[in-house]
């Protein structure tokens, strides 16, 4: 239904019908306007006369629509680090995140608001964009114009997720289906795969059944390292995420193993306590970086580990996880004897150190990647080694085909639970992951508490 406010003309016209004693009804009819919206000009206007409602009308006029967020603090800030040589970019991400886009500040400092030239901004305004002075164009129909055939949303493209549930018969669906559904397949397979393989490669070299990413901190150091990468860089590729997450998920292995070789422990059941403790620290600092940098989303989005994301140009660098499983396979037998013990492994041959070292390497490299692409997926590496080795025994060579097919079903599983359980909307996996992980390592606490110990 369209509208139009009154005119002076229309204001003048009131004001000499009123003085001619004329009612509201007889005034509506002459200026053809309904008379609700007669009653209410002359309500808003007591003692009516047409120069006083005109210029009542005016001022809410200029009150009217968005107020800027920009006052003198913000603006004095934003010409501080615009001058510092900081991007835009920058500094909502890490002053003012959540309250403005960065877009705003391009805006204001375009339009004159904020008093600084293009040229302290690193493109010099390039990216600056003409106005259009073309008029204004209609693309298409208005959504009320649209062909009846159109609201049935039988066809590809007419309803808005048809990128989430779609027919493979009908136009369109095959592409989805190479583009969605194959990527995350493999994803899931390639992550299963990386997960569970790094869980039973850490319980060899740490000779305990309850280590894994999880229950060491690497998943946590990964996570401080996309954190610190999103803080140094504003706009990271995925390449220098996945880099930071590998060194630091690097960094944090080695942590643990020093700490391992540093302080003999009376228990193993302590190990992995030690390791939840070093996690939980860790991921304190990452928490308190998070909020005071205002870049608590990446953590937030980080600890959701989930495969709504992966498509096509998302997931490629998990293939790498299948040069991480050529090499374990290489080096299984010398890593099973690095599983009897420093000792007896160097009496056999073994350059223990540099074996724990290419061992960590690959480990890294494996929880990098899944931590970049995927998220926190827990106690993967818990689960599915423990149930390999009650069948199969300690043997990495034989056991890794096991290890690797039974972590891709174990994820693949709990995908399909996170997808069904509420449609259609989906849950995180690793909430799945996470419960029975839970479950497993106190089933396990307690099977090792009746046998006497951990190996």
């Known amino acids: 239904m369209s509208y139009t406010h009154l005119t002076t003309a229309e204001r003048v016209k009131i004001e000499t019908y009123l003085e001619l004693g004329m009612s509201i009804r007889s005034i509506a009819r002459r200026l053809g306007r309904q008379p609700s919206t007669v009653s209410r000009e002359i309500r808003s206007n007591p003692g009516y006369t047409a120069e006083r409602a005109q210029e009542r009308y005016a001022k809410a006029k200029r009150n009217c629509g968005a107020k800027t967020k920009l006052d003198d603090r913000m603006r004095r800030t934003i010409i501080e680090k615009l001058r510092a040589t900081w991007s835009p970019e920058q500094i909502v991400g890490r002053l003012f995140d959540g309250k403005i886009a960065f877009s705003t500040i391009y805006r204001w400092i375009y339009s004159g608001l904020i008093d600084v ?27 009320a114009k649209r062909p009846r055939e159109v609201r049935t949303r039988e066809t590809f493209g007419h309803w808005e997720l048809d990128t989430v549930v779609y027919d493979i018969s009908q136009e369109g669906g095959s592409d989805m289906f190479w583009i969605t559904r194959v990527p995350r397949t493999v994803a899931i397979m390639l992550t299963g795969a990386a997960m569970a393989m790094s869980g039973l490669v850490m319980q060899l070299i740490t000779q305990n059944r309850l280590v894994e990413p999880t229950t060491t901190g690497t998943l946590e150091w ?25 060194v630091f998920s690097f960094i944090g292995t080695m942590v643990f193993f020093w700490f391992l070789r540093s302080v003999k422990l009376r228990s193993s059941l302590i190990v992995p306590i030690i390791g939840l403790m070093l996690g939980a620290v860790v991921s304190a600092v990452s928490t308190f970086l998070g909020l005071f940098f205002q870049a608590s989303q990446i953590i937030e989005g ?39 013990g420093e000792d007896i492994a160097t009496s056999l041959g073994v350059n223990y150190s540099r074996l724990i070292l290419i061992a960590t390497g690959l480990i890294a490299l ?11 997926l827990p106690f993967l590496g818990l689960i599915v080694p423990n149930i390999v080795s009650m069948f ?15 972590g891709m079903g174990t994820v693949l599983v709990s995908d399909l639970i996170s997808r069904t359980i509420i449609m259609p909307f989906e849950l995180p996996v690793s909430l799945i992951l996470g419960t029975m992980g839970s479950i497993v390592f106190i089933m396990i606490l307690l099977r090792q508490r009746k046998t006497g110990g951990v190996r």
């Open 392 to 406: 199969r025994g300690d043997d990495l060579r034989s056991n890794l085909p096991w290890v690797c097919v039974i």
């Open 222 to 246: 990964a996570g401080l390292g996309l954190l610190a990468v999103y803080l140094l860089v504003p706009a990271p590729t995925l390449m220098m995420r996945m880099t930071g997450a590998i």
């Open 117 to 143: 030239p293009v040229t302290v901004l690193r493109q010099k305004g390039k990216r600056q964009k003409p106005m259009e002075t073309r008029g204004r164009f209609n693309i298409g129909l208005s959504i």
């Open 302 to 340: 980080w600890f959701v580990g989930s495969f709504a994301s992966v498509q096509v140009g998302r997931y490629e660098y998990l293939w790498l996880i299948i040069l991480v499983t050529f090499f374990i396979f290489i080096l299984a037998n010398r890593l099973t004897l690095a599983g009897l």
């Open 366 to 376: 494996a929880v990098g990647v899944v931590a970049t692409v995927i998220g926190n």
